[in-house]
């Protein structure tokens, strides 16, 4: 079973410019997740998808970031513009159903902002 | 307050050690207690989960929950350099009809040859 891609993997950009992430979940899976991991800490929840509608997206910087599940598959976080203290990993996460399902996550995409 | 406190680490064992990790947590909704390992540049893994009060063991594995202390550990036996990695506590609670996972901060464990 292929595990849950995502790309780039890195990612360096200039403040005030724009960057978009990309996630293709683990097939099947519902529930798709996307974290934001600060070095040092743990990942904090920014957006999380059922099927292609939010359920959860009480810690997004809305004025910034945006996030869209097409088809209730693939995902994509945009960031714009971006700041200093956006530097971070950002992880996807899929699940089968929004309970307790075991999220398993994708490598990540470690984004620097200059 | 955090709702979950993690010590940071970095705690270096050497192999063979029985490892420590705890997290303690300050919201009695929090209702299922997971543990999660992440190696470097790679995204955390779940390890274990368990709901009630108690202990779990799965092979070198033992994750401890204690509800009225508001306490959880993970016991890792016989520890071996593979097992070098952040371990990350995890909780979550129900709200709005699905369940919202809090992590920890993460412990960084080094385990020496």
């Known amino acids: 079973e292929a595990g849950v891609a995502q790309s780039p993997r890195y990612k360096i950009i200039e403040k005030r410019q724009s960057v978009a992430f990309w996630c293709n979940p683990i097939s099947g899976h519902a529930t798709l997740y996307w974290y934001q991991q600060i070095l040092g800490q743990g990942p904090k929840l920014l957006i999380q998808f059922q099927n292609n509608g939010v359920v959860d997206d009480s810690q997004l910087p809305k004025d910034r970031f945006s996030a869209e599940r097409l088809k209730g598959v693939d995902s994509t976080l945009k960031i714009q513009p971006a700041k200093l203290e956006d530097s971070a990993v950002y992880l996807c996460?899929?699940?089968?159903?929004?309970?307790?399902?075991?999220?398993?996550f994708g490598p990540g995409t470690r984004l620097t902002v200059l | 307050q955090k709702e979950v406190e993690q010590d940071p680490g970095p705690l270096s064992v050497p192999e063979g050690a029985i490892v420590s990790l705890n997290c303690t947590y300050s919201?009695?909704?929090?209702?299922?207690f997971m543990w999660y390992r992440q190696y470097s540049r790679k995204g955390p893994e779940l390890l274990m989960y368990t709901y009630s009060s108690g202990n779990k063991e799965d092979g070198r594995f033992t994750a401890q929950v204690d509800k009225s202390s508001k306490y959880i550990s993970l016991f890792i036996r016989d520890s071996q350099p593979s097992d070098s990695a952040t371990y990350l506590c995890a909780m979550t609670h129900l709200g709005g009809g699905y369940q919202k996972v809090t992590f920890g901060t993460g412990t960084k464990l080094q385990v020496i040859p």
């Open positions: 919201n009695s909704a929090f209702q299922y």
């Open positions: 996460a899929s699940s089968l159903g929004g309970g307790l399902g075991t999220q398993y």
